[in-house]
């Protein structure tokens, strides 16, 4: 078959509006407006009525494919494109002419791949002799729905060139694969990939000399934090050019209407839209990832598996890492258990992962902390790193947490460091937390009169009672304890040198006129000494 003898060339209006066609939202409505001259079959609704699902189906696979492939691999899937549609026209699923059509359409949409237009069109018109060769009547629309016929996908090795693996973070966080940062809670993970996030988007340099990254944009799902009272104000405390952080706060509904959470099972092809339509993405944070799972089981490793492996092969497709937080399980088996089998839900998650990272707290110190490798496929064993959190303000009366590293590795090994710091936590009784802990705890700080609010918030984050970067508001178990013992919260001076202290009430230390104000309801204008003296005196 001739192929330039076959059809007539098309018009620039028909070019036109087939390339519009096919950049048009896959899920427009039967309503939707047609241009006078357009066919039908350009929309998945009017190919399902024309052609039966299962031709509307290879149709939008074949379009679909060649969209999301790499600017290198495009023309290859084309031609694998051409050979789907082929054989389904020999099977009679899809007319000749519409096969013909729509590699058409797709060509003029992605500029012919940068070759020849007439090359494209032979490259069609052989694929469409191909079709030719069958005996069947390619016109007819096909009835039922038989299934494709199965076959394997493969490669010959000699065709394939072998690719340089790139870093994000050097020897930690690779292109186009998915790394796992475990941790159990209040350490600090979010705060970690608040600062990824600002290294990314600003090209900035890794801690300890570990190089620089190129700059690039930053996919941020966060279920767990607020968006604009927490993950906001910890992109600014890490200096994060946010016009390149795009926060995903939802996904609408199948029918493209109200809201629902974003599921991996279900919408990784809109983040991989999204993620093309930026096209300067090179690191998506997923935290955490068992709240993305669609309501799949975590523990079960095949139905974690199918969850897990289209984030993967997306992440590969598109050149971006991927940075999927989660917690660490309480250990077991007489403390023998590995950190490496310690990352919550299945070992499918690990094994799907190319590196992972906990953070553990330092045993001999509170407000220090370890980030440490637990598995690594592509690179070296990567020192261990240290940091702590810094406090910042960030706007008028906002603050909020950031890392700040050490410029020194550690030597701590993950296993053992681990090992101490929950052995420590027990013997200090930091699984307690409950109403009765605190409000004993409260007795005790404010025993001997008023505290600073910020100072008992230090004091219960190392008593391991209160998360990191969570204020006291915030916790029920606090909010509790407060109501029950009665403690009173008031301010402590004016302007900007005022604060905020707690303390019991009828505290026998206040003395019977405090700071001789005429009115009970007068602010103290004297200072506080740190143990809640007035003015020296006890």
């Known amino acids: 078959m001739n192929f330039h003898q076959s059809r007539a060339p098309l018009t620039a209006d028909e070019l036109k509006r087939r390339a519009e066609a096919l950049s048009a939202n896959a899920q427009a409505s039967d309503h939707s407006q047609t241009h006078p001259g357009d066919e039908a079959a350009d929309t998945p609704h009017s190919d399902e009525r024309q052609y039966g699902p299962t031709a509307a189906k290879i149709l939008r696979e074949v379009k679909r494919s060649v969209a999301l492939a790499s600017q290198d691999a495009k023309l290859a899937v084309f031609t694998e494109a051409a050979a789907t549609l082929a054989d389904a026209v020999a099977s009679q699923w899809v007319p000749k002419n519409v096969m013909v059509d729509r590699l058409s359409e797709i060509a003029v949409a992605h500029g012919h791949f940068g070759r020849d237009q007439r090359e494209i069109e032979e490259l069609i018109g052989q694929y469409a002799d191909r079709a030719s060769t069958s005996t069947q009547k390619p016109e007819q629309a096909p009835s039922g729905s038989k299934p494709l016929k199965r076959r394997l996908i493969a490669h010959r090795a000699s065709d394939l060139e072998p690719e340089k693996l790139v870093w994000v973070w050097p020897g930690r966080i690779p292109e186009g694969k998915l790394v796992l940062l475990g941790g159990p809670p209040g350490l600090g993970k979010s705060q970690l990939t608040a600062f990824m996030s600002a290294t990314v988007s600003n090209g900035g340099h890794w801690p300890c000399g570990e190089g620089s990254t190129l700059p690039g944009d930053v996919i941020f799902m966060s279920a767990e934090d607020g968006v ?83 984030l993967a092969d997306m992440a590969n497709r598109l050149r971006i890492a991927v940075v999927a937080v989660t917690h660490l399980n309480k250990g077991g088996g007489g403390g023998n258990q590995s950190a490496l089998n310690r990352f919550a839900g299945s070992i499918a998650f690990v094994a799907a992962a190319r590196a992972a990272f906990a953070v553990i707290e330092d045993p001999e110190d509170d407000e220090r902390r370890f980030l440490l490798q637990a598995k690594n496929n592509l690179g070296k064993k990567c020192k261990g790193l240290a940091f702590r959190l810094e406090q910042r303000l960030v706007g008028d009366d906002v603050m909020s947490s950031n890392v700040m590293f050490e410029g020194d590795y550690v030597s701590e090994s993950i296993d053992e460091a681990l090992s101490a710091s929950e052995n420590r936590g027990a013997k200090k009784g930091q699984s307690g937390g409950g109403k009765e802990d605190v409000m004993q705890f409260l007795r005790d700080i404010l025993s001997a009169g008023p505290v600073d609010v910020l100072d008992v918030e230090r004091q219960a984050r190392a008593a391991a009672l209160l998360e990191d970067d969570k204020r006291l508001s915030k916790s029920k178990a606090f909010r509790d304890a407060r109501t029950e013992l009665g403690i009173k919260s008031t301010r402590d001076g004016f302007g900007p040198g005022s604060r905020y202290v707690l303390e019991l009430p009828d505290a026998p230390w206040a003395p019977e006129n405090p700071m001789g104000a005429p009115s009970q309801t007068r602010a103290p204008m004297d200072d506080l000494g740190a143990h809640g003296e007035v003015g020296g005196a006890q």
Not at 242 to 249: A, D, L, N, T, Y
Not at 250 to 269: C, N, Q
Not at 288 to 306: C, F, H, L, Q, W
């Open 228 to 310: 604009q009272d927490t993950i906001i104000p910890r992109l600014m405390a890490a200096g994060a050019d946010r016009e390149r952080v795009h926060i995903v706060s939802a996904a609408t509904k199948p029918d493209g209407t109200g809201r629902k959470t974003f599921s991996l099972k279900t919408d990784v092809d809109l983040l991989e839209e999204m993620a093309r339509k930026i096209g300067t993405v090179r690191l998506i944070i997923v935290d955490p990832i068992s709240a993305y799972m669609g309501g799949s089981d975590g523990n079960g490793n095949v139905e974690t598996r199918e969850v897990l492996e289209p």
